[in-house]
């Protein structure tokens, strides 16, 4: 398990401070952990092997971007514990937060890798891509970072960034994927499927009346796809040994019955007829079914609810286990 913690917990635990020395690091945001994050991740992992110590990726959060620009960061993928669950597939030991003040982000790039890297953590080894910058107005590059560790004898790769249809694999990219309801191709560029997780909430209660209740989820902290129709599995803390259970997933309004604009995450799940109230569903999401529509009558719409839940059937019963 890759392990949560705050760079302002160390002060406090002599012991986890100790057993972080020494180890091999990675800086990013590492939002989505997609394919590039994942090559830099492995590339950690072994270095953290080779010289003896933990395999440490190290985040900032908030966003930078959201401390130090007026329009702030782009919405995330992942939140923290998701990205450290992700984190734990690869072998990572810890997932370390710095909070993103002001006064942090102020430091130059030397202050910055002065005291979080030699005096903190005492790093015998750092692995980036070639796009990694760092300090004060990202003033410090790949060439300033291998002359800092050259000084200290730190050990630098710069690794091989990952491409997709030759462009770079990138947050930005798998976020203009999802935005634009592609979840195969973002899925593809993540290396696992993109989910939803939110706490289920009581609805107009309307679905039921249709024949077709829904979970209606709110607090969802991630970013929303393009309003559609998704095929998906859902599951939560608690489902028998892991199960999913295949979902016909609604985001947006509902044009139908209600002109207001208001966007919903609303899913029927196949073959299930318990309570989910309260409980904290997770929808990872497979692909787009279709977008959505405003039809003449209920009936027209049930009829059209047929339809997808069959194709909704047919999508996840073929799923491979990798996207
Ligand atoms: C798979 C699925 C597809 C849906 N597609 C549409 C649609 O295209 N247009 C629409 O107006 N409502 C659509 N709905 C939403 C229904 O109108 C909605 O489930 C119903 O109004 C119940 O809302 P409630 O959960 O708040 O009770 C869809 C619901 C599901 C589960
Ligand atoms: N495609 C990639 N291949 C290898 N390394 C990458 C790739 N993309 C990013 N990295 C590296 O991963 C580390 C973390 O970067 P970061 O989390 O900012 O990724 P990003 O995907 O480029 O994000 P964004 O799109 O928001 O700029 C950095 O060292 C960065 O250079």
Known sequence: ???????????????????????????????????GHRALLDRVR??????????????????????????????????LPRRAELMSELGIDHLLVCEATREFLNQTAEEFFQRLIVEQLSGKAIIEG????????????????????????????IVVPSVRDERLVSSSRVREA?????????????????????TVTTGEQRGRTLGFPTANLSGVETLIPENGVY?????????????????AVHIGPNPTFDERQETKIEAHLLDYDGDLYGKMLTLTLVSQVRGVQKFADASA????????LQTVRETVSSLPSQP
């Not at 100790?18 to 590492?30: H, M, T």
């Not at 110590?53 to 782009?74: C, E, F, N, T, Y």
């Not at 998906?232 to 999913?244: F, K």
């Open 1 to 35: 398990m890759t392990s949560l913690i705050y760079l302002s917990d160390l002060a406090g635990d002599p012991d986890l401070h100790q057993s972080l020395q020494g180890g091999a690091i990675s800086i990013g945001n590492f939002d989505g952990v997609h394919l």
């Open 46 to 79: 072994q270095h953290a092997e080779r010289v003896g110590g933990k395999a440490i990726a190290i985040v900032m959060d908030p966003h930078p971007a959201s401390v130090l620009r007026p329009h702030g960061a782009p919405p995330k993928l992942t939140t």
């Open 130 to 157: 070639p796009n990694f910058f760092f300090g004060r107005d990202r003033a410090g590059n790949t060439t300033r970072l291998k002359e800092l560790a050259d000084e200290r004898q730190i050990d630098v790769e």
């Open 178 to 198: 999802i935005a634009s309801g592609d979840l195969p191709l973002a899925n593809q560029m993540l290396g696992s499927r993109y989910c939803l997780t939110g």
């Open 231 to 247: 095929a998906a599995l859902a599951s939560w803390e608690g489902t028998v040994d892991g199960t999913c259970h295949p979902a």
């Open 301 to 308: 719409l049930k009829q059209q609810l047929q339809i997808d």
